[in-house]
């Protein structure tokens, strides 16, 4: 992220430049321009090589993140962060637990499963109400889903979640690349065209100074 918000910064000093450059005429300032350009569209074209490199090492940390929230779950003070997280996820994804609802009716839960058990967080609920989660789990047969609840992990939930995310930001990010490449182009056309204008115009004033130079010389007449 942060990669990708310099190649912003970049992009927006980038593009005024290029207007200016169009302007003004001035080939100088369109030069700038395609080196930025061309530094940024690398930087962009790194920026998605790493992204899916590391796919799998950000589906490692979310895996290792996740495990060891679990464990602080319903817990106060400075792990109350670890709760409201888990809300939220179980919330909107309409997800319970890290790979099911089982998880609460073990140590991977250590805190709710010491505290809480035989009951379920009431984001684990289809229809939040108050206490909705307390004592739905069968304690005579732990295997058994409680009716009412959401059963499926978070885990591959977020796991689609992101990798979608991914997939849609390599593919605006390779878009975005070519509509680069395209003006690249464009500004090496321009460029050139500048830059014969101002050849044209140098030559033109050199020519100028040359004939303003040179004395009047006046033909003696021719008398018959």
């Known amino acids: 992220m942060v990669v990708l918000i310099a190649i912003g910064g970049v992009l927006l000093v980038t593009a005024m430049l290029g207007l200016i450059g169009v302007c003004k005429k001035k080939s100088v300032l369109l030069s700038g321009f ?81 505290t809480n058990f035989g009951s379920l967080p009431d984001t684990c609920c289809k229809t939040k109400t108050d206490k909705c989660g307390l004592n739905v789990i069968d304690k005579s047969d732990l295997k058994k889903a409680p009716a009412g609840m959401y059963l499926e992990g978070c885990y591959e939930i977020l796991e689609d979640y992101i990798k979608n995310w991914m997939t849609i930001a390599g593919s605006g990010a390779l878009v975005f690349m070519f509509v680069q490449v395209m003006a690249i182009f464009l500004n090496i056309s321009l460029q050139r065209r500048y830059r014969e204008h101002e050849d044209y115009q140098l030559q033109s004033k050199k020519v100028k100074q040359v004939k303003d130079a040179q004395p009047d010389v006046q033909r003696p007449g021719i008398s018959v």
């Open 34 to 114: 395609l080196a930025a350009m061309i530094i940024a569209l690398l930087a962009q074209f790194a920026a998605v090589v790493i992204m899916f490199i590391f796919e799998s090492s950000v589906r490692y940390y979310m895996q290792d993140g996740m495990s060891h929230s679990l464990l602080f779950y319903g817990k106060g003070g400075d792990n109350a962060k670890f709760t409201e997280s888990w809300d939220y996820v179980q919330k909107n994804h309409k997800c319970c637990g890290q790979y099911g609802w089982a998880d609460y009716t073990t140590p991977n839960a250590s805190n709710w499963h010491s």
